[in-house]
């Protein structure tokens, strides 16, 4: 019995050991665990933390795509308004170039008719000069042959006198 007594105890004191390994373990198991959890929490902050910055970049992404697509809907409408207007200029340019052509034409056949008159002019002028000459000639004969009328009247209207003076004389 001593035996058995001794068995007992020694059987208790071993099953108090185990319940204190147990015990231990589950100290260590819960602190492993709890370990493990503060590193999940850990894990899990990071990656909360991660995904509301990826949160907050894809925002600001689409918002920026978005500006990024209304720019370039602007880009495109301005793109759009260019080339109309490079049109129009391309067609105002066509018309100012045939008006500049046909103005060049214009002024070449007006070169030739201030070119024709001009030489209708000079020898206009020739005449002009020509009949004046002939005038101032002209002019200069009638005035001579003016003159030697005045002096054959008076020559005359002298021999007239004389005439009548001998008419007198012998009457």
């Given at each position: ?8 105890k020694?059987k208790?004191?071993?099953q ?14 819960l602190e492993?665990?709890e ?6 929490k ?15 970049d ?9 500006r ?33 052509g046909?103005?060049t ?15 209708e ?51």
């Open positions: 019995m001593v035996k058995l007594s001794n068995l007992e020694q208790s004191r071993l108090s050991e185990v319940e204190v390994l147990i015990i231990d373990l589950e100290k260590k198991r492993q665990v370990r493990f959890n503060i590193e999940l850990t894990r899990l902050d990071e990656t909360t933390a991660l995904y509301e910055q990826t949160q907050r894809l925002r600001n992404k689409q918002s920026e795509l978005q990024t697509v209304h720019e370039l809907d602007k880009t495109r409408e301005q793109k759009d308004q260019l080339t109309r207007e490079n049109k129009k200029l391309a067609d105002d340019l066509h018309d100012a170039k045939n008006t500049v046909e103005l034409r214009r002024l070449h056949e007006l070169e030739i008719e201030l070119r024709r008159l001009e030489n002019r000079e020898e206009l002028a020739a005449a002009y000069k020509e009949a004046e000459a002939g005038r101032k000639a002209e002019e200069q004969r009638s005035q001579r042959l003016s003159a030697e009328l005045s002096q054959f009247r008076h020559e005359a209207e002298k021999r007239l006198a004389e005439k009548d003076e001998e008419i007198e004389a012998i009457r």
